[in-house]
């Protein structure tokens, strides 16, 4: 069983509002991603992170930040919510590389910006 | 052209069928992944594999290095299985999805 964690599940919030997606491990996992995805479509990576005090961009990062201040957490932050960021938001990590790399994914965080 | 590109983007089957999808890369991988994704749900991975094959009940992976490509296989396909299968390529570090493939098991 995967050992990864996001909250909220779902968030209902109005525009113009900061919020920040959790997202936390207990596997140890050096590698982190936040994806976001629409209904039936691909996923787009909007953050990554190596490390702590790692975290580099994806294709979607211009509206969004991210923190890797400890191994497990890793959260994810709008700072002023649009419709546009209506979607799910998915959390994923993975140890170094060969076998020891599986992905492991979170529940997701479904988000409506009204 | 995407760098991994999945086929058939749409697949309907009836229960208890032998179900293939095919997965292509452009790109040198480290591993390829296969996840499954239920209808609102989220994502689980399947298998890893950096060669050869892998099985895990109904269902086995095989991976061809010099060809850049790979299988899924869903042996006595069950209505259950229907969900969005997608592959995965770990390239420099970074993760490269295919665009996915949804499956419909009908009874």
């Known amino acids: 069983e995967a050992d990864i964690y996001q909250t909220p599940r779902y968030l209902v919030i109005g525009t113009g509002k900061k919020i920040t997606l959790e997202c936390s491990q207990t596997?140890?996992?050096?590698?982190m991603y936040w994806y976001q995805q629409d209904p039936g479509m691909e996923l787009h990576l909007i953050h990554y992170?190596?490390?702590?005090?790692?975290?580099e961009k994806g294709d979607l990062s211009s509206e969004s930040t991210v923190s890797r201040i400890r191994t497990e957490h890793f959260p994810l932050t709008l700072e002023s919510a649009r419709p546009s960021h209506t979607s799910q938001y998915l959390c994923a990590s993975r140890a170094g590389t060969g076998v020891s790399g599986e992905l492991f994914f979170g529940e997701g965080s479904r988000l409506t910006v009204l | 052209k995407n760098e991994v590109e999945q086929s058939p983007q749409n697949l309907t089957a009836q229960e208890g069928e032998f179900i293939t999808i095919n997965c292509s890369y452009s790109?040198?991988?480290?591993?390829l992944h296969w996840l499954q994704q239920h209808p609102g749900g989220g994502i689980v991975s399947l298998f890893m594999?950096?060669?050869g094959k892998k099985k895990h009940g109904r269902l086995i992976a095989t991976i061809n290095i010099q060809e850049k490509h790979s299988s899924l296989h869903i042996t006595a396909s069950h209505p259950r299985d229907s969900a969005v299968y997608i592959c995965?390529?770990?390239?420099?570090?970074?993760?490269?999805f295919g665009q996915g493939t949804t499956l419909q098991v009908k009874p």
């Open positions: 992170s190596y490390g702590v005090n790692s975290t």
């Open positions: 995965a390529v770990t390239n420099t570090g970074k993760l490269i």
């Open positions: 790109v040198g991988i480290s591993a």
């Open positions: 594999l950096s060669s």
């Open positions: 596997m140890g996992h050096d590698k």
